[in-house]
């Protein structure tokens, strides 16, 4: 951190910033509503296929509360293979998932209360009227992630305390809101070049580590979006196309394997989504962001060949002629014989020779423009 650092370096110097470190009584009133919509309701008094797989798969005549741990493994699996059972082991992860983040949140309120409680009275004689803003709790909860477990040391830091003045009086004075001064911190750590932009994406980046028997539920579905945007695809219907890999990638970017085998499938999954999403791009004409999913793609899987000339054929497209060629002789240095790189090769000259002539009419049409006035 600089003597002089921008108003967000609190943030950057102090770790990421954590959204969810502290949540006030609304917030937490909230989400137990939530919860309460959306747990998939597993009891009632009745049965339901999920109970009677965990059982065994059957009644065998015994105490029907007692597992069957011998026929477990084997029902399990036949449940989870049919694609009719990807909704219920679908909800069932996502419940999953809830009480995890519900833990998540206490752990995370007891340790800021440690922090606070930890600190001289400096210290929290200094951040006791900045509280009461929901925003600025959420900074100052984020002091507690320092190096060296210093949260004092932030507390008392004179720059720090002055932007937290000067955020508190543009709240007061209705210059902004809690949630503007949000969307900005978040932008701001979003963009690459800005310092903390690698451990806020970190800090920010959920995973979930399932076993093989919770894989299978996020896999299928998954896929069933990846299908019906591929569905969507083929139909030219590419926006609806693209909203459906996006929610397919959502679900692959959540989960990860907690062995080799599963983290290959997950690998895989999330590479087709990737690979599908640029295409989609491509349709709707979104080149620098299909770009985009693609170099994310070959952080992956570096030497794919199908992956290398879509991107190509999208740097083409947004005439980048220069990436275009790179990619599509990368394809012709991995495979020689490849007639797809060697045609784009050869009509790259053409697209260039296009745009090459465009430009010239346009600057043409500029001059005689001007001369007529």
Not at 34 to 52: E, F, N, Q
Not at 121 to 133: H, K, V, W, Y
Not at 135 to 161: C, E, M, Q, T, Y
Not at 299 to 323: I, K, T
Request: aromatic residues 8%.
């Amino acid at each position: 951190m600089s003597n002089r650092p921008c108003v967000f370096g609190v943030l950057c110097g102090a770790r990421a910033f954590d959204w969810t470190a502290l949540v006030d009584a609304r917030g937490r009133r909230r989400r137990r509503e939530m919860d309460a919509r959306m747990d998939y309701d597993c009891g009632g008094g009745g049965d339901t296929p999920l109970r009677s797989a965990m059982r065994g798969g059957g009644d065998d005549g015994g105490d029907g509360d007692v597992m069957n741990t011998d026929g477990f493994e084997e029902s399990f699996k036949a449940f989870c293979a049919q694609p009719e059972n990807a909704k219920i082991m679908a909800e069932h992860q996502m419940r999953e998932l809830r009480k995890t983040d519900r833990v998540g949140h206490r752990v995370e309120s007891m340790q800021f209360r440690e922090a606070v409680l930890g600190a001289d009275e400096e210290a929290q004689r200094n951040i006791a009227p900045f509280l009461r803003t929901r925003v600025l709790k959420n900074i100052i909860s984020s002091f507690k992630n320092d190096a060296h477990g210093d949260f004092g040391k932030w507390a008392r830091n004179p720059l720090v305390l002055e932007m937290l003045r000067d955020t508190q009086r543009a709240i007061d004075e209705g210059r902004a809101s809690e949630e503007e001064i949000e969307r900005t911190m978040v932008n701001y750590l979003r963009d690459p070049n800005n310092l903390g932009h690698a451990e806020f994406t970190k800090a920010t980046t959920r995973e979930a580590r399932l076993e093989s028997k919770d894989l299978v539920g996020a896999l299928n579905e998954q896929c069933q979006l990846r299908y019906k945007g591929n569905d969507f695809y083929n139909a030219k219907e590419f926006d609806k196309a693209r909203e459906c890999y996006v929610r397919a990638l959502s679900i692959m970017k959540l989960v990860k394997g907690t062995n080799p085998m599963d983290h290959a499938e997950v690998v895989k999954n999330k590479l087709a989504c990737l690979m599908n999403l640029g295409s989609a791009c491509m349709g709707l004409k979104l080149y620098g962001e299909a770009i985009t999913y693609l170099n994310e793609a070959e952080e992956e899987n570096p030497d794919d060949l199908r992956l290398l000339l879509r991107r190509g054929r999208a740097y083409a497209q947004r005439g980048d002629f220069d990436d275009a060629k790179r990619d599509f002789t990368r394809v012709l240095q991995l495979d020689p014989f490849d007639d797809q790189a060697q045609y784009e090769l050869y009509n790259l000259k053409s697209l260039r020779a296009k745009d090459h002539a465009r430009r010239v009419q346009l600057s043409k049409n500029i001059f005689a423009a001007k001369q007529r006035r």
